[in-house]
């Protein structure tokens, strides 16, 4: 046959997620850590690697991984499950909780793949956008409205924080008050927590409508591997067993994850580094003309600027790749730099005054 039936009629108009990854000097564009495993460590995963069986499916748990990070959360293995990457949890919470008939809550802007997986699962959007006269703020009164009430249609919602891409965590009284406010369920997307030191584990037990998000990609320096994880109440965590792909999460990337969590401490000195590299490059953008830097609890800092399309361009020709949102609904105008070395932030500094 030359010709071919049309796909499911929701794929029209939807665009494939393209991460605007290209070569270049500094890589500052997709929030990862500067700074790979340590040479040490390599050689601890080639040993652990050297372990598996290739030829055997692996745990379809991860039950060795899920045991480290529940008793390093002082939780049971019942309260973790484990992903291929933080994203396809993402997926899972669109399958479990989204669906036709049913409704997510968003928080624009931020990370597009909630957005794109609730179209994906037919899910209902109600979109609350963030307050862009104060640095991206979740507008608290219209969201606790939304869910508030017998009459609230929201099924689940997700809060990035920090959120990405604009840098600011949610307040801590805040998510409390929503998790007390409704029995939705309500992620929350702490990707980027290690940089924010702020985390909801601490009303895990109070809550049975709190799921946590983590990742491996961002603070342990595990982008290329694969693994994110949930924590979460056991009743909740057997819903997502039911919509999981059973092998998602391969022998290799589950040896891997080990030995870095069991090593997680020397990823401390860089994290540091990083905080203390975001605080130095929102000073530094902030004392450019007709730059406003946003403050960010993150690895990263989005900046507005005049011209963004053409000095990311100027960026990128002088070897720096950042992210360029300056056409990105309710972004314009912006570019977001991931924190990077000292010496990457100092071209990137460098390079973007002879762009202004
Ligand atoms: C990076 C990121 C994730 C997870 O990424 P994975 O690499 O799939 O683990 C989740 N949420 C946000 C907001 C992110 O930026």
């Not at 929201?154 to 920090?162: L, Q």
């Not at 929503?178 to 030191?197: H, I, K, N, P, Q």
């Not at 946003?294 to 507005?304: C, K, R, T």
């Not at 399309?309 to 720096?320: E, F, K, P, T």
Request: charged content about 25%; aromatic content about 8%; cysteine-free.
């Amino acid at each position: 046959m030359d010709r071919v039936r049309r796909p499911s009629a929701k794929l029209e108009g939807l665009t494939p997620y393209d991460p605007k990854y290209l070569p270049a000097d500094a890589m500052l564009s997709a929030n990862e850590n500067p700074r790979d495993v340590s040479e040490e460590l390599r050689q601890k995963i080639e040993a652990a690697v050297r372990e598996v069986a290739f030829n055997r499916y692996p745990d379809p748990l991860a039950n060795d991984l899920r045991d480290a990070i529940a008793e390093a959360n002082g939780l049971d293995r019942e309260h973790v499950l484990v992903g291929n990457g933080g994203d396809e949890l993402l997926f899972n919470t669109a399958l479990a909780w989204g669906g036709p008939g049913r409704t997510f809550l968003n928080l624009p802007p931020t990370f597009s793949v909630y957005a794109a997986n609730a179209r994906l699962t037919d899910t209902d959007v109600l979109d609350i956008p963030r307050l862009a006269d104060q640095d991206f703020a979740i507008d608290e009164e219209a969201v606790l409205r939304a869910v508030s009430g017998p009459d609230s249609q929201v099924d689940f919602t997700i809060i990035a924080s920090p959120n990405n891409p604009t840098g600011l965590r949610a307040r801590m009284e805040f998510l409390q008050e929503l998790l007390a406010a409704t029995d939705a369920l309500v992620m929350v997307d702490e990707a980027y927590f290690e940089f924010s030191r702020q985390t909801m584990r601490p009303h895990l037990e109070a809550n049975k409508n709190l799921v946590i998000l983590r990742t491996f990609s961002k603070a342990f320096s595990l982008a290329g591997v694969r693994v994110g994880y949930i924590l979460g109440h056991p009743d909740v965590i057997r819903e997502y067993l039911k919509v999981r792909q059973p092998y998602s999460v391969d022998a290799v990337s589950q040896a891997i994850a080990r030995v870095i969590y069991q090593n997680r401490a020397e990823f401390e000195p860089g994290i540091n580094a990083i905080i203390a590299e975001r605080e130095r490059l929102t000073g530094a953008l902030g004392a450019l003309p007709g730059v406003h830097a946003y403050p960010s609890h993150a690895n990263w800092v989005l900046f507005s600027v005049p011209e963004a399309a053409r000095v990311w361009q100027g960026l990128y020709d002088a070897g720096i790749l950042v992210r360029d949102f300056s056409t990105a609904p309710g972004l314009e105008g912006t570019l977001r730099v991931t924190v990077g070395t000292p010496e990457e932030n100092d071209a990137f500094l460098n390079a973007l005054r002879k762009e202004i």
